[in-house]
């Protein structure tokens, strides 16, 4: 079925037209490169992987509760509206905040790739061109993975948030070769792999949590070719030149934090916008949500030597600065880990399956004779 079908809300022309600007650079020298970055780029080739086969999609989804959502993660629970409702309108409202999580997965994932593409373009150096290629077919895989999903397993998308909408354009538009690196791999990446984490190790669901667990292996690697060229980068600007990347910075951060909201799907039960996002705003569940979301995104912006005092008041009132303290290190090597656990569990399970298989056959011929 096509996707236009699909979608909760109609969202309006099928394609979107972002003007381009910005120069298209080559660079000549092909025998000089940052080891640590052609390192990551060979890791990038290595670890390359085939979402039809890597991912088992014959595992059963119910699309009412497609990712285990706990009653006290809707924005309504706790409300006089949660206790008025049916079973089905629950199970009916989990449906919907699952399909709206995972359309703004797949549209960032689409975001993600056209950026990539956009630094293979414009950046000057060939090493972050080379890594940048292998990011773009990585983007270009989840967004296989999340579209097909959302398709065969929930059956039902939302369009783009507004507020990641304009990010996302206010990424593209800058003809700063630095400011796709920024945008995405920094503030919508970092944003990402905050929401994938809390979603892949709080869901009973084993589909979405192999589907986040992988497309987090590789998202550590992209976060990290973030931090290595912008470090390199910022450390050469001038203070005028930072002021403005972090005045971008505050802005999207402002940006992705309201766009956590979800009330999309309050509307669509029957809410007024305000009373949604004023329902949204209030909920216990969802302010941690918003918090913990930034726990990717701070310590990457310190690292990469973005941390002025305007920037860090704006954390102060986020409620977020105390973040810029975390290891992402840490992090990154527990995605790496958690997801090489689970095929090491996965295969473990398939090999023993096997062998009972053969065992019984062989029994069973032994039997016969």
Request: negative net charge.
């Amino acid at each position: 079925m096509p996707t236009h079908e699909l979608y909760a809300n109609d969202p309006g022309e099928h394609r979107w037209q972002v003007p381009a600007s910005g120069a298209a650079r080559f660079n000549w020298e092909y025998d000089e490169g940052r080891d640590r970055l052609l390192a990551l780029y060979q890791k990038g080739k290595d670890k390359q992987w085939d979402g039809q086969r890597r991912i088992d999609w014959g595992l059963e989804v119910d699309p009412y509760d497609a990712l285990g959502t706990p009653d006290d993660a809707m924005a309504l629970y706790g409300t006089p509206y949660w206790a008025k409702m049916s079973d089905r309108d629950r199970a009916d409202l989990r449906r919907h905040y699952a399909s709206w999580q995972f359309s703004q997965f797949l549209h960032g994932e689409q975001g993600a790739m056209i950026c990539a593409a956009r630094i293979v373009e414009s950046v000057p150096d060939l090493d972050a061109k080379f890594y940048s290629a292998t990011q773009t077919m990585d983007e270009a895989r989840h967004a296989e993975i999340y579209a097909r999903f959302l398709h065969e397993k929930v059956g039902m998308l939302y369009p783009i948030n507004d507020n990641l909408q304009s990010l996302l354009g206010d990424t593209l538009r800058d003809s700063r070769w630095d400011m796709p690196y920024l945008g995405m791999q920094v503030l919508i990446e970092g944003l990402a792999l905050a929401a994938f984490g809390l979603i892949r190790d709080t869901t009973t669901k084993p589909l979405p949590q192999q589907i986040l667990a992988y497309v987090m292996q590789d998202e550590a690697r992209h976060v990290a070719f973030g931090r290595m060229a912008l470090r390199d980068h910022y450390a050469q600007l001038t203070d005028a030149e930072l002021r403005e990347r972090e005045e971008f910075v505050i802005e999207g951060c402002w940006l992705m934090r309201d766009r956590l909201r979800g009330a999309e799907v309050l509307e669509n039960f029957g809410f007024a916008h305000a009373e949604a996002e004023e329902l949204s705003e209030h909920s216990e569940f969802l302010q941690l949500f918003r918090k913990l979301l930034f726990s990717r995104i701070v310590p990457c912006v310190k690292d990469i030597g973005l941390w002025g005092k305007r920037l860090q008041q704006a954390y102060v009132d986020m409620g977020v600065l105390e973040l810029g303290d975390s290891s992402l290190d840490l992090l990154m090597a527990q995605d790496e880990e958690i997801a090489e656990r689970l095929d090491a569990e996965r295969f473990a399970a398939e090999e023993r399956a096997r062998v009972e298989e053969v065992t019984e056959a062989i029994e069973a011929g032994a039997a016969e004779e």
